[in-house]
């Protein structure tokens, strides 16, 4: 497939091309350059001067975890029997099916995170997947990491039940306790491998198992915060454990931007347009986003859908533009910044040689991250599901 006459936004190290090509294999990104290639196949697109670009991603949602339009039956997000739950995994819960990942591809979303949700201090597994496909298998791209909240939503599920966290401090004993007790079993683990006559093997423990590879930096820690106190609090537990942290929210992170960049914490912002539905959200303001991008911390943008329905993602990245972040960083906190900070920027997140051909058009000097703005061509790995 050959995809000519574009302005070519790579948001990689090609910066933007005016006039470009770009051409796939049928799945990746084979080659791109400047200028009209000299043979033109007769199935190519002409770009008509619009633009090319990733696609979307979004960081942090709860897509097909939470569908749309179903109550109870259709909620699969928070397994609130148990405050420490990491041995629940999301894709485990997710419904393709669910009819907002439409809504996510015919907005140019090529890719999410869904997150097991905030009730518990841990809540499970992370994965990163297309926003295409009938089997959540085959759209998986990446297990991420491991959802952790803190603040208000682990005290107000469990202060109803009146049993542990009711506190902060109760909701931070709970994840330290599991942690421990997974490096414990680690090390008990690799004594029997080294010496299996005189060790014996740990009973099993799904919880520690989940834990394992957050423990080896396999995974990243996401933690849930919106205070600023509650970031301090997630970056004093990730250097106990010397594991890898990332920041939901951050809802106050502009409070405290400079020591968030002195720890190179990436944070994911957002829900931008919403209300302040809740006390630790009442220092909600959309300049976070820029002022932490300004103080040199690795922002990306997220809906939480369902919060902000998903097809919303790219006017939310324009709020931040409103709020002080440049519209270039804006494109960035919904391609490249999101893949890095999943981890998946080696397949999608920027336009680059090798790379899944992830792709979105837009008509001539149409603005992506407009409320009225579509795109006339959408693609997941290669395969046109918008056109």
Same mark, same amino acid.
């Given at each position: 497939?050959?995809?000519? @006459?574009?302005?070519?936004?790579?948001?990689?190290?090609?910066?933007?091309?005016? @006039?470009?090509?770009?051409?796939?294999?049928?799945?990746?990104?084979?080659?791109?350059?400047?200028?009209?290639?000299?043979?033109?196949?007769? @199935?190519?697109?002409?770009?008509?001067?619009?633009?090319?670009?990733?696609?979307?991603?979004?960081?942090?949602?709860?897509?097909?975890?939470?569908?749309?339009?179903?109550?109870? %039956?259709?909620?699969?997000? &928070?397994?609130?029997?148990?405050?420490?739950?990491?041995?629940?995994?999301? /894709?485990?819960?997710?419904?393709?099916?669910?009819?907002?990942?439409?809504?996510?591809?015919? $907005?140019?979303?090529?890719?999410?995170?869904?997150?097991?949700?905030?009730?518990?201090?841990?809540?499970?597994?992370?994965?990163?997947? #297309?926003?295409?496909?009938?089997?959540?298998?085959?759209?998986?791209? #990446?297990?991420?990491?491991? !959802?952790?909240?803190?603040?208000?939503?682990?005290?107000?599920?469990?202060?109803? $039940?009146?049993?542990?966290?009711?506190?902060?401090? *109760?909701?931070?004993?709970? =994840?330290?306790?599991?942690?421990? !007790?997974? $490096?414990?079993?680690?090390?008990?683990?690799?004594?029997?491998?080294?010496? &299996?006559?005189?060790?014996?093997?740990?009973?099993?423990? /799904? !919880?520690?198992?989940?834990?394992?590879?957050?423990?080896?930096? #396999?995974?990243? *820690?996401?933690?849930?915060?919106?205070?600023?106190?509650?970031?301090?609090?997630?970056?004093?537990?990730?250097?106990?454990?010397?594991?890898?942290?990332?920041?939901?929210?951050?809802?106050?992170?502009?409070?405290?931007?400079?020591?968030?960049?002195? %720890?190179?914490?990436?944070?994911?912002?957002?829900?931008?347009?919403?209300?302040?539905?809740?006390? %630790?959200?009442?220092?909600?303001?959309?300049?976070?986003?820029?002022?932490?991008?300004?103080?040199?911390?690795?922002?990306? /943008?997220?809906?939480?859908?369902?919060?902000?329905?998903?097809? +919303?993602?790219?006017?939310?990245?324009?709020?931040?533009? !409103?709020?002080?972040?440049?519209? %270039?960083?804006?494109?960035?906190?919904?391609?490249?910044?999101?893949?890095?900070?999943?981890?998946?920027?080696?397949?999608?997140?920027?336009?680059?040689?090798?790379?899944?051909?992830?792709?979105?058009? +837009?008509?001539? &000097?149409?603005?992506?991250?407009?409320?009225?703005?579509?795109?006339?061509?959408?693609?997941?790995?290669?395969?046109? =599901? $918008?056109?």
């Amino acid at each position: 497939m050959l995809i000519y @006459n574009a302005k070519i936004i790579t948001l990689g190290n090609k910066g933007t091309i005016e @006039n470009g090509w770009l051409e796939t294999d049928g799945k990746k990104i084979k080659s791109f350059g400047a200028g009209i290639p000299d043979n033109i196949p007769e @199935n190519s697109i002409d770009a008509d001067g619009g633009t090319l670009l990733p696609g979307f991603i979004d960081a942090h949602t709860h897509l097909g975890i939470i569908e749309d339009g179903i109550d109870f %039956e259709g909620d699969d997000c &928070n397994e609130s029997t148990d405050p420490f739950t990491p041995e629940m995994r999301a /894709i485990d819960g997710i419904n393709p099916f669910d009819r907002c990942f439409e809504e996510a591809r015919m $907005r140019g979303i090529t890719a999410v995170a869904s997150s097991p949700g905030s009730a518990n201090a841990c809540g499970g597994e992370i994965c990163a997947v #297309k926003t295409a496909g009938r089997r959540i298998d085959d759209m998986l791209i #990446k297990k991420c990491g491991i !959802k952790f909240a803190l603040g208000e939503n682990p005290k107000r599920v469990y202060n109803g $039940r009146d049993e542990a966290p009711v506190t902060r401090m *109760a909701t931070v004993a709970i =994840i330290r306790d599991g942690l421990y !007790k997974s $490096r414990r079993y680690a090390h008990d683990m690799d004594s029997y491998y080294s010496d &299996n006559e005189n060790c014996e093997p740990p009973e099993y423990d /799904i !919880k520690c198992e989940a834990l394992m590879p957050l423990l080896e930096r #396999k995974q990243k *820690a996401f933690f849930h915060c919106h205070r600023a106190d509650d970031i301090c609090t997630a970056m004093r537990i990730a250097k106990e454990f010397s594991i890898d942290l990332v920041i939901i929210h951050g809802t106050e992170g502009y409070k405290i931007a400079d020591i968030i960049a002195e %720890e190179e914490i990436p944070v994911i912002s957002g829900p931008l347009i919403c209300d302040r539905c809740k006390p %630790e959200m009442k220092g909600l303001e959309i300049s976070n986003t820029a002022v932490l991008t300004e103080n040199g911390v690795k922002t990306a /943008i997220c809906t939480d859908h369902t919060v902000i329905p998903i097809q +919303y993602l790219p006017i939310s990245a324009l709020t931040a533009v !409103k709020g002080g972040l440049s519209y %270039e960083s804006a494109l960035k906190a919904i391609t490249i910044i999101p893949a890095e900070i999943l981890g998946i920027d080696e397949k999608t997140g920027s336009i680059e040689v090798g790379k899944d051909a992830d792709l979105q058009i +837009y008509r001539k &000097n149409e603005n992506p991250l407009e409320l009225m703005s579509e795109p006339m061509f959408v693609m997941i790995d290669g395969k046109i =599901i $918008r056109s």
